[in-house]
């Protein structure tokens, strides 16, 4: 089975990819690298530089390819950012999906895996959040996905193609070979872990006066292998469906900064800062749906191993991709 993957050179594509190809699948990965990088992409995989804006592009490369099943990554993902310019997300995220589904549809390919995001939900009601809650974002990129997933309904109704949508959590973590580089960091483990290899002074906690344990953001943070499991079992399921994906666990930012300091052995310099705007008190995921039905069995339930594995990386690539 050939599967295609957008965004296979970024974070969360190059370990799918990676996934896929140690399962005996055949990968083309199509990335515009403008958060990707070359070298992320696995050297297995067939690349093909282009962008999704560009429907030709697109069109062309699934064409040429002839894949049985599309993962769909590429997208904008910053939070603060969608804030700021909202016309990039949707223009990127929502324009760009336009783009995908028809040419999916042109070609004749009727599988699409799509990566969505615990964003789509907004401020939830009750925790843990399972998939009946409403979803109600409250930025620009949770409002983006959300009309993808909007859209794959009825694509998947009118078109019949299978659509999983998948709504990660906190993705974190590394594989041995592909890591967390982004080139505006703005998530906290990456972010400790820079003060830990001494690239950063100090890292900011935004927020202690939430109303939680210790006073900071719980988060449920879940490894990337983890998301790569569940990507490939959703290939096998029969019907369209959408899962949350988390380990059901939460922990605090000073519980993360806490367990990165024992993994490095060093301490770690914090600023206590105001809250960041958009930043839920806690969101934590109800995966039960995704354990039942996709048979996903998460092997990493432990917050130290998932930064130990971040940790590995990043000190194995000081630099990233170095590009
Ligand atoms: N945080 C800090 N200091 C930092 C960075 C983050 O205190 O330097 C805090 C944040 O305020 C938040 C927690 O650490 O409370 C986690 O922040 P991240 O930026 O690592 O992750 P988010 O929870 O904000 O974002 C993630 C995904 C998004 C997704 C979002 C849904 O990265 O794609 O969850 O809320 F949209």
């Known amino acids: 089975m050939k599967v295609f993957v957008t965004g296979g050179a970024g974070y969360i594509g190059s370990v799918c990819v990676e996934h896929l190809l140690d399962n005996g699948y055949a990968v083309v990965v199509f990335d515009n690298l403008s958060e990707g ?23 062309t490369a699934l064409g040429d390819t002839h894949p049985d099943a599309v ?37 004749q390919i009727g599988c699409l895996v799509f990566s969505s995001t615990c964003a789509t939900f907004g401020i939830p009601d009750r925790m843990p959040l399972d998939e009946t809650q409403p979803q109600r974002p409250i930025n620009p990129y949770g409002e983006s996905k959300l009309m993808v997933e909007k859209m794959l309904r009825w694509y998947s109704q009118l078109h019949e193609m299978k659509c999983v949508v998948l709504r990660y959590f906190n993705a974190s973590g590394a594989s041995h070979r592909y890591g967390e580089d982004h080139r505006i960091e703005t998530h906290l483990i990456p972010n400790v872990l820079k003060v830990a290899l001494g690239q950063k002074d100090h890292v900011e906690i935004f927020g202690t006066d939430y109303e939680t344990p210790d006073g900071t953001c719980v988060r449920d943070y879940i490894h990337i292998a983890d998301l790569a499991q569940a990507h490939r079992l959703a290939l096998s399921i029969r019907e369209s469906d959408f899962f949350n994906l988390g380990t059901g666990g939460g922990n605090s930012v000073r519980e993360v900064i806490g367990c990165c300091e024992r993994v490095s052995g060093k301490t770690i310099k914090v600023l206590e800062s105001p809250r ?45 991709y170095g590009d």
């Open 37 to 59: 990088h070359r070298a992320a992409v696995d050297p297995r995989a067939e690349f093909i530089e282009g962008d999704l804006r560009d429907a030709d592009s697109i069109e």
């Open 71 to 107: 993962m769909h990554f590429a997208a904008s993902a910053l939070v603060g950012e969608s804030m700021k310019n909202p016309s990039k997300y949707f223009r990127n995220n929502v324009v760009s999906a336009v783009n995908l589904l028809e040419a999916m549809i042109h070609k």
């Open 276 to 320: 960041r705007p958009g930043d839920p008190a806690r969101l934590v995921a109800d995966s039960r749906k995704a354990r039942e039905i996709l048979g996903w069995k998460p092997a990493f339930q432990d917050i130290e191993k998932i930064v130990q594995s971040a940790w590995e990386w990043h000190c194995t690539h000081p630099n990233g």
